[in-house]
């Protein structure tokens, strides 16, 4: 069942059947603005429409639904990553992407084009009426499933372009359609693994950290503390949407029941291999 949007605009969604230590994080599926942010914004419908195109991962909401019946505890933005990106470091000086105007709080299009004029004030408006509400509620969520378990994985659930946008680092050729993206400290080998064995298994093409790396971990356990595993899971747009109008493909389903069949497997063979090394387990 789904919890109603917050004020700040996300919702968490329970289990549907009886819970399991798993958060899943969909950060990116939304393209609502509310009407005071947009007003700030410097595009015209037609220049917004074709960034929110080209950024938001559509359907990830949908694509990754079923992880409700999973056991996991859902964590949906349901505003655009263009009033604030919530999987971006709130400083832009510890951001990468602040480089290109996309930390927190974007201030470029995709191809460097302005997006929006802000100030330190304005923009500290938007980090506390947004950003700051989000990741409490993250963090909570973490807490609360640590606090009953003792563990908690986090499935940071994306989908990425076929084609290499402007902003963003790795501009090489021949994505592949699934891309594991691993933490040093908080994601274990074995379910990277176990994740790439089983996705190859349903056919995708899957890569580790390429084109995106890392995954997301709340700042409080963040390098500190390993009960927090954290995987983020990025499936190439191509395989279940038109990329140029975001509309699903007749094949969306298929795809979706793919990637469950895939995580199920890898988080049991995960959760048996970390058990057979006398370790605590990841489910």
Same mark, same amino acid.
């Given at each position: 069942?789904?919890?109603? @949007?917050?004020?700040?605009?996300?919702?968490?969604?329970?289990?549907? @059947?009886?819970?399991? *230590?798993?958060? +899943?994080?969909?950060?990116?599926?939304?393209?609502?603005?509310? *009407?005071?942010?947009?007003?700030?914004?410097?595009?015209?419908?037609?220049?917004?429409?074709?960034?929110?195109?080209?950024?938001?991962? /559509?359907?990830?909401?949908?694509?990754? $639904? /079923?992880?409700?019946?999973?056991?996991?505890?859902?964590? @949906?933005?349901?505003?655009?990553?263009?009033?604030?990106?919530?999987?971006?470091?709130?400083?832009?000086?510890?951001?990468?992407?602040?480089?290109?105007?996309?930390?927190?709080?974007?201030?470029?299009?995709?191809? $460097?084009?302005?997006?929006r004029a802000l100030?330190?004030?304005? %923009?500290?408006?938007?980090?506390?009426?947004?950003?700051? #509400?989000?990741?409490?509620?993250?963090?909570?969520?973490?807490?609360?499933?640590?606090?009953?378990? $003792?563990? =908690?994985?986090?499935?940071? =659930?994306?989908?990425?372009?076929?084609? #290499?946008?402007?902003?963003? +680092?790795?501009?090489?050729?021949?994505? *592949?359609?699934? =891309?594991?993206?691993?933490?040093?400290?908080?994601?274990?080998?074995?379910?990277?693994?176990?994740?790439? &064995?089983?996705?190859?298994?349903?056919? !995708?093409?899957?890569?580790?950290?390429?084109?995106?790396?890392?995954?997301?971990? #709340?700042?409080? /356990?963040? $390098?500190?503390?390993?009960?927090?595993?954290?995987?983020?899971?990025?499936?190439?747009?191509?395989?279940? =949407?038109? &990329?140029?109008?975001? &509309?699903?493909? *007749?094949? !969306?389903?298929?795809?979706?029941?793919?990637?469950?069949?895939?995580?199920?497997?890898?988080? &049991?063979?995960?959760?048996?291999?970390?058990?057979? %090394?006398?370790s605590p387990r990841?489910?």
């Amino acid at each position: 069942m789904a919890a109603g @949007v917050e004020p700040a605009g996300f919702r968490i969604n329970t289990p549907s @059947v009886g819970r399991r *230590p798993i958060v +899943a994080h969909v950060p990116h599926s939304s393209t609502r603005i509310p *009407p005071e942010v947009r007003a700030r914004l410097l595009l015209d419908d037609a220049d917004l429409s074709r960034e929110l195109v080209s950024l938001t991962d /559509w359907h990830t909401d949908r694509l990754y $639904g /079923w992880t409700a019946d999973l056991g996991a505890s859902l964590l @949906v933005n349901g505003l655009s990553r263009l009033v604030i990106d919530p999987e971006r470091f709130a400083d832009d000086a510890d951001e990468p992407m602040a480089r290109v105007g996309q930390g927190a709080v974007y201030t470029r299009t995709t191809d $460097g084009r302005p997006l929006r004029a802000l100030d330190a004030v304005g %923009r500290q408006a938007l980090i506390d009426r947004y950003f700051v #509400p989000y990741h409490a509620a993250l963090t909570a969520l973490v807490a609360e499933t640590l606090e009953t378990f $003792g563990r =908690c994985l986090v499935l940071d =659930c994306h989908s990425f372009a076929t084609h #290499p946008l402007p902003s963003e +680092a790795d501009q090489r050729p021949g994505r *592949p359609d699934i =891309c594991l993206g691993t933490d040093a400290v908080h994601t274990p080998a074995a379910l990277t693994e176990a994740l790439r &064995e089983s996705f190859s298994a349903e056919g !995708f093409a899957v890569e580790r950290d390429r084109p995106f790396a890392g995954s997301l971990v #709340p700042l409080r /356990w963040y $390098g500190r503390d390993r009960r927090v595993a954290s995987v983020m899971l990025e499936t190439r747009r191509g395989l279940y =949407c038109d &990329e140029a109008t975001g &509309e699903p493909l *007749p094949d !969306f389903d298929r795809v979706a029941s793919a990637i469950e069949r895939g995580v199920r497997r890898a988080l &049991e063979a995960a959760g048996l291999r970390q058990a057979g %090394r006398r370790s605590p387990r990841l489910i």
